[in-house]
């Protein structure tokens, strides 16, 4: 059975929107933070600066692209 990340992901989304919600009056994000995310989600802060820099949305809808590896040497017969 595949790894599925659909949860991981939609729980980022959730993250994002109060983020965005709670700018929008002025508030900072770290505010945001210590108040609403922490116990809710229970993670760290550094965690929540990376779920905040993650495209969760565009990857939820197209998934994830495939990194090319261009160190990797082929063969061209």
Known sequence: MAYNNRNILL???RVQDIVLAE???GVSQLFVYETLIKDAFLISY???NRWISYPAKQELK???KPVEDKNQLTFSF
């Open 11 to 13: 729980k980022m989304i």
């Open 23 to 25: 700018k929008k009056k």
């Open 46 to 48: 550094s965690t929540f």
């Open 62 to 64: 197209h998934g994830k």
